[in-house]
């Protein structure tokens, strides 16, 4: 990916500096204000845009890993809300059947241990469906992780893993049960915050990852798989580890998630869910972190506000109602199609032109 | 054992390699040998089976008869990246960089083998991973990019550089790996005089600097710069070797003539 230029009259003292995230003090002031509007503005905004905030930071967390893998290491992939399902039930399983002494659930522990655990297992998860790539690639891939989508939500939770205790469906998690540390996860600021941690910690992770030696290797493997090999590097391996990190950070999604829900079931993680996450990258920009995040919330507000416009005219046409599940669906692909057609950078790429811009400004030249 | 190895020792050894793609014979018997610290060129006409054979060395062919040893040691069975690691680096005669990234992020990767940072320290980019970036990083400075003298152009994006740069580049991630055994597959074509000049010098720099010595082997078709730079010349004919020796021995060897003759234009001398 192209580095953006730096404003004008900066240059490094020493590689030490030139290898720094943030490079001069106009953009610490950008990342403080950011901070600010984070954790102290939209946290007093209205309940409802909170959620709103929520499905964003959910949205992020899948797209993250599902960029990481299409984007970054070329594997594509369409099966990545199997490895959410995975990190949400193994988190709730944990949480509601795990013989947990009394002081853990009192001090809050269990429910930061199976976010955890969640994620290892879902990390781990992705590499047995991340193994045929070592064999396929392109069109192949894409049937393989399918497979991982209805082998693992369709077949095995649906089967079994829902009806652990004798339930029927949905696992139903209880006022109070998604304890993290003091505080009780119920209300959509106390999730809000969880999510910007995870959030922040996701996309640290991801970003340390890919300017050190295994995401030189993932994007080594992306452009020229050829050349990877013979510069030494394990291009199985890496592509396993590119899946366990994926896999990994949509367990900590699912896990996340379990606690903006009063209960789990196999419909939370649908095919189209896998889908979507892909079209948020292809709409953000893929091999882009800044892509994952504003395809999120792109897609999550154009939905939002397509709703809001929606509902009002829904005492005329009723029935509007019942379609608006088709017409989300509508125009999610036609958002796609557009940005692939007029935008087929995506909306990283603008942002990219429009840092660069100011940076260089009044000299752009 | 490796590390004992004098100048003038056998590096590498092929023998009797056999390599067909269906009924298209490309390799039948070749056999011959690198000394360590030697610039040994493999020449013949096109289709000759050159590529080949490098593909053969490098790991990214398995022959289906025949050993490659090096340092004393079959390497058959191993993939491209452990040949990778036990020092044996290569250019490609179709360039084959990363083009979407910079040229500094592109030789950075022939560090690969040389550099620790796994998942979980790359994640938190704790001390030791920045360090290690840095080291690396005053590594190519200092040892690639001030060789090649490729300073201004470090933070260029590859695949916009002009052709002669980016095979320059190729050759400085080539060398990041800091390899004993360099294979160079056609590093002059397509070059102008001048870049032809600097490519030569560039190669003779690093089999002779005490700091390198790397050993080369060099697929060529420019005549004049083989004949120059080789300690010793193997020449392939249709998947065959028809004659391996010293630049002089090879210039008169009738049998080499006659394969080159009426291609002869195709193989105007630069010297
Ligand atoms: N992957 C492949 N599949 C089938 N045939 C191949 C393959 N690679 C090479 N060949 C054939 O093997 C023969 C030798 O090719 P090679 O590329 O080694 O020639 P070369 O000596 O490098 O020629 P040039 O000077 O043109 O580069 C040719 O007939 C070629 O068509
Ligand atoms: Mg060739």
Known sequence: MAKGFLPCGTYHQDYLHDHAWWQTKFVKGKMILLGIILFFVIPHLDPYWVGVANMIGYTILGALGVDLLIGFTGQITLGHAAFIAVGAYTSTLLVLEFPWPHAFIHMGIAYPISIIVGAIVAGLWSVLWGLPSAKVKGFYLILTTMAAQFVTVNFIITQYVAKIGGRGQAFSLPPGTIKFGPWVMDNPIRVYYLMVILVLLCIAIVANLLRSKPGRAWMAIRDNDIAAETLGINVVLYKLLSFFVAGFIAGIAGAFWISNLAAISPEHFPWSWSLWLVGVILIGGTGSIHGTIFGSMFMVLVMEFLQMGILPLADIYPQLLDKFFFIKESTFGLAICVFLIFEPNGLSYRWWQLKNYFNLWPFSY | MAE??????????????HMSFGKVAALSGVSFKVRKGEIHSIIGPNGAGKTVMMNCINGLYRPQRGN??????????????????LGISRTFQKIELFSGMTVLDNIRLGRHIHMKTGILSGALYVGKTSREEIEHRAYIEEEIIDLLEIESIRDKIVGMLPYGLQK????????????????????????????????????LD???????????ILVEHDMGVVMDLSDSVTVLNFGEMIADGTPEEIQSNPEVIKAYLGAEDLYVSRA
Do not use: S
């Open chain 2, 68 to 85: 490659i040893i090096y340092k004393g040691q079959k390497i058959n069975h191993l993939k491209p990246y452990q040949r990778a690691k």
């Open chain 2, 168 to 203: 320059r580049v190729e050759l400085g991630r080539a060398l990041a790996l800091d390899p004993e055994l360099l294979i160079l597959d056609e590093p002059l074509a397509g070059l102008n005089l001048e870049e032809v000049e600097d490519m030569a010098r560039f190669i």
């Open chain 2, 206 to 216: 690093v089999n002779e600097e005490e700091r390198w010595r790397v050993t080369c």
């Open chain 2, 4 to 17: 004992t190895m004098k100048e003038g020792d056998e590096l590498l050894k092929v023998e009797n390699i």
